[in-house]
């Protein structure tokens, strides 16, 4: 099934096709509305995209499997070679979606027991109306932004997680999204909850195959973390160059939480993310870790928000941006130290390493600390493979690609650091595929 | 080993290379004497294949084969070392990630890992460096002796056939000079084969490694040939000196 175009008559089929109830068939039609009065975004890079070409809904019609030898056997292999069935074991959990549709969803016995929720977005909204409804669109809401209005109307799939108070996870959970199809819009939803006393290590991998006509990734996630809580929430996108990945992530953080957002640019035509962390209670703290690698014909707009509430709130945004064979990989980030939030601190650290002269790396850079009593700084640095670094490194045997790779990972070393080991492997295998 | 035939060189329209001969033997260890500005540094840097130097006509032939045209890292390979008149740093690439890289992209094989280890360990201390260098990013921070230091170390690991050293004794004290050039002939030691150019200002770093032909360069070229002695009669006289200036033809 394949629904194409955007309209009310639509929304109503992917609703009806999910056999929702009531109260998310209205969420949807009011967000349609919220859409259409909303404008594209102001800033950032030139989008260009027919709405009424997308495919907004496409699924198998096998439904939500914990077993990989009951989905279709094509998929299947596609999944191995990707290697994603392999990873499984280094996880707690693990959810795929494919095109629109979350199609395996497994996790260790032990969660069960332990009355952890993993499972797709719709599933939530039908076992678990009341602690969907308590969170779902309350972090992001559908007047946010037009694609989170867009997402809000047509949203499919997406993991849903809940962790109990006073539970901790061994192994990371891991979601993974793949679109197969050309044209293709894959509008995931997710949404986690970490309930007080916890601590989750989530990780979600993307790809896509390379088609000639574009396809769109607008996914929202929305996070709550609770009192003494942590949340680590890792990405690697590696969409093909076709996509359009304009996602909107948002974290709540409560009293002495801690969210941190590890993020990885690495495909995609367009990228523009910001993952951001609401400081609201006392003491919580925020960090947002972006690599983003650009190179020919593509545009990585990314960077962090952290909007601080709470006193004694503290936050950190790193960002290193790679801009290479013609590419453009922008920082813009926003950091908001309100008035409430005294006795807080904030840093922001980017650096961009442009390889070639074709290649642009700006910042947009915001920041507002609106009390004198917290402190905020900033620091940005641009720097360029020069042909003396290059020629020196080549002098003692080592050629141009390989030293050009060696300048990239030593850029990148502070980012490595911060990935757990078996999470740097696959980043660094990925960096080496591009160069 | 290596010889340099009649070599034009120009940068930016700018000749600094004019009609350039330079003979050297397996095994012999030169240097090259001269004003500021004449072109030594430019001379290593061409040897190197690099590309802002713009070679006019001539040839440079290394074991029998003309270099002109090869790649910079190929040139290394085939087993030429510059120690830089001033070496730059690189932020973020660490020591030991850039010998190792540079080490295997000579053998088929990568280098173990301990055998790495046991080696690099045992230069550092001939050196006097600190062990925790290792782990720095290269010369990111290091002092003018330091870095030249650590070009002495990374030619010790890469086992060159030709070693050009460009002013080492510029930056080193008394007595981090007579430390690095005892490591310098401990190599040459143990690689009779290896042939070396030294460039200097000094007769100093001659006294240590004592060469066999002190060559005098003015204005690009080759204009006297002689042996130990010359390097001292040079500083004595400087290059204005009518009577060395005067002996061009000798040379011819
Ligand atoms: N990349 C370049 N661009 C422009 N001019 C250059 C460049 N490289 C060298 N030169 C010029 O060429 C001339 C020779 O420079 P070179 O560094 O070879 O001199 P040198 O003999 O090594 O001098 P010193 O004894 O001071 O080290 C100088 O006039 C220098 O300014
Ligand atoms: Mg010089």
Not at chain 1, 137 to 153: E, Q, R, T, Y
Not at chain 1, 406 to 419: D, T, V, W
Not at chain 2, 112 to 125: N, P
Not at chain 2, 130 to 153: C, Q, T, Y
């Amino acid at each position: 099934m394949e629904i194409v175009g955007l309209n009310e008559n639509n929304i109503r089929k992917i609703s009806k096709t999910k056999h929702e109830e009531q109260w998310v068939l209205d969420f949807r039609l009011k967000s349609y509305e919220m859409f259409k009065k909303l404008n594209m975004p102001d800033f950032g890079p030139k989008i260009d995209l027919d709405f009424d070409k997308v495919i907004y809904y496409k699924s198998l019609e096998k439904g939500l499997n914990s077993n990989w030898d009951k989905i279709d056997n094509n998929i299947k292999c596609e999944f191995a070679s990707l290697g994603v069935i392999d990873s499984e074991k280094y996880m707690d959990g693990i959810g795929v979606q494919y095109e629109s549709e979350v199609i395996y969803h497994n996790m260790i016995e032990e969660l069960v027991e332990k009355k952890v929720i993993f499972t797709s977005i719709e599933m939530a909204m039908k076992q678990y109306p009341d602690l969907v409804k308590k969170y779902f669109s309350k972090i992001v809401s559908n007047s946010d932004n037009k694609l989170a209005a867009l997402n809000s109307a047509v949203f499919s799939g997406g993991s849903f997680i809940y962790i109990p108070p006073n539970t901790t996870l061994d192994r990371p959970l891991q979601s993974y999204f793949r679109i197969n199809s050309r044209g293709m819009g894959q509008f995931e939803r997710t949404l986690i909850i970490v309930d007080d006393n916890s601590h989750l290590h989530y990780v979600e991998g993307c790809t896509a195959p390379t088609y000639s006509d574009s396809s769109l990734h607008a996914a929202v996630v929305e996070i709550y973390v609770g009192k003494n809580s942590t949340c680590r929430y890792s990405t690697v996108q590696n969409w093909a160059p076709n996509v359009y990945n304009l996602v909107t992530k948002r974290a709540l953080v409560d009293e002495n939480g801690t969210m941190e957002w590890i993020d990885g640019n690495i495909g995609s035509k367009v990228t523009m993310k910001y993952p951001a962390c609401i400081l609201k209670g006392d003491n919580s703290t925020g960090t947002c870790i972006t690599i983003s690698v650009a190179t020919h014909e593509q545009n990585q707009d990314s960077g962090a928000r952290m909007i601080h509430i709470g006193k004694n709130t503290s936050s950190t945004i790193i960002s290193k941006s790679i801009a290479r064979l013609g590419g453009n990989a922008t920082y813009r980030g926003k950091v908001d130290i309100k008035e409430s939030a005294i006795n807080s601190k904030s840093i922001v650290k980017c650096d961009s390493l442009i390889l070639d002269k074709d290649s642009k790396s700006d910042a947009y850079p915001t920041n507002v600390c609106r009390t004198s009593k917290s402190n905020l700084e900033h620091e940005a640095t641009v720097s360029r493979i020069n042909e003396d670094n290059l020629f020196y490194m080549m002098s003692r045997g080592i050629d141009e690609e390989k030293a050009t790779e060696l300048i990239i990972l030593g850029f990148i070393e502070k980012f490595r650091e911060e990935l757990p080991m078996e999470y740097a492997v696959e980043l660094n295998q990925l960096l080496k595929r591009m160069l | 080993m290596l010889s340099i035939k009649k070599l034009f060189v120009k940068v930016k329209d700018k000749n600094i290379l004019n009609d350039f001969n330079l003979d050297i033997k397996e095994g012999e260890i030169h240097a090259i004497m001269g004003p500021n500005g004449t072109g030594k540094s430019t001379l290593s840097k061409v040897i190197l294949g690099n590309k802002n130097y713009e070679v006019v006509s001539g040839d440079i032939i290394f074991k029998k084969e003309s270099i002109l045209g090869l790649k910079t890292d190929e040139i290394a390979r085939k087993g030429i070392f510059v120690a830089f008149q001033n070496p730059i740093s690189i932020e973020g690439v660490q020591n030991s990630e850039f010998l190792k890289t540079a080490i295997n992209e000579r053998r088929e094989n990568a280098i173990g890992l301990f055998e790495f280890v046991k080696e690099i360990k045992e230069k550092v201390k001939e050196l006097d460096f600190s062990e925790e260098m290792i782990h720095r990013a290269v010369n990111v921070g290091a002092s003018g002796g330091e870095r030249k230091k650590n070009e002495v170390l990374q030619l010790s690991l890469l086992e060159p056939e030709f070693i050009i050293l460009d002013e080492l004794d510029s930056g080193l004290d008394i007595d981090s000079l007579k430390k690095v050039c005892e490591a310098i002939n401990k190599y040459l030691e143990s690689h009779k084969k290896t042939s070396v150019l030294i460039i200097t200002h000094y007769p100093r770093i001659l006294e240590y490694i004592k060469p066999q032909f002190v060559h005098m360069m003015v204005c690009g070229k080759i204009v006297k040939t002689g042996d130990y002695n010359l390097a001292f009669e040079i500083e004595k006289s400087g290059y204005s000196d009518t009577s060395v200036m005067g002996s061009e033809k000798e040379n011819e």
